[in-house]
């Protein structure tokens, strides 16, 4: 089940051992089941939830596909389960100890070079050298042209993130929020994608 999300802060827990570990705090999007695919009709089985917007920026289109919902903001399909139709998904699907998927989006780093943005070693700094930052060599003589995914300076971050076996160590079913260890990719206020294997 995939229910939205927007990631709130970064934080440390204590543990009966006196270890602090870093955790991330996500806040919970309002998401409804708005609908079911089926075989006989569709030729798969799926869920359809739904993202409501409280603001006025909403897909028109989205709204009028499904009736008796307003203010859809996004959709997206996730594996069939047995929430019905109009069915609020929030902090209570989840429990302590759970492993859970997170997609979202990095953080754009803008124009990088080769060492910032592929970890390439430095040149020498000294003695004359004019090869401290730069990539060296891009390629054979043969063929006479730059190789597909060869890695050289250019756009770094911004992009989808996916992260397997995230742990959910604490809820806040009052506050609708969930605490995952570890960091999350985005910066805050980044909205995300949270699967929860049933």
């Given at each position: 089940?995939?229910?939205?999300?927007?990631k709130i802060a970064?934080?440390?827990?204590?543990?009966s051992n006196g270890?602090?570990?870093?955790?991330?705090v996500l806040a919970l999007t309002k998401t409804f089941v708005v609908g079911k695919r089926t075989v006989q009709k569709d030729g798969y089985d799926a869920t359809i939830v739904a993202k409501i917007s409280d603001s006025k920026k909403i897909f028109k289109s989205l709204s009028g596909q499904f009736?008796?919902?307003e203010n859809i903001a996004r959709v997206c399909e996730t594996k069939t389960s047995d929430q019905k139709i109009g069915a609020i998904l929030d902090a209570g699907i989840f429990k302590e100890g759970?492993?859970?998927?997170?997609?979202?989006?990095?953080?754009?780093?803008?124009?990088?070079g080769t060492v910032k943005?592929?970890?390439?070693?430095?040149?020498?700094?000294?003695?004359?050298?004019?090869?401290?930052?730069?990539?060296?060599?891009?390629g054979p003589t043969y063929p006479q042209r730059t190789i597909l995914?060869?890695?050289?300076?250019?756009h770094m971050g911004n992009e989808n993130i996916k992260l397997?076996?995230?742990e959910v160590v604490k809820i806040e079913k009052q506050e609708n929020r969930i605490w995952v260890r570890g960091s999350i990719p985005g910066a805050n206020k980044t909205e995300l994608i949270i699967e929860k294997n049933d």
């Open positions: 089940m995939k229910v939205f999300a927007k970064m934080t440390q827990i204590f543990e270890r602090h570990r870093p955790v991330t009736k008796g919902i759970d492993k859970i998927v997170v997609c979202g989006v990095s953080k754009g780093k803008g124009f990088a943005r592929h970890n390439f070693n430095t040149g020498p700094k000294t003695h004359g050298s004019n090869n401290y930052r730069r990539p060296g060599s891009i995914g060869r890695r050289m300076a250019g397997k076996n995230v």
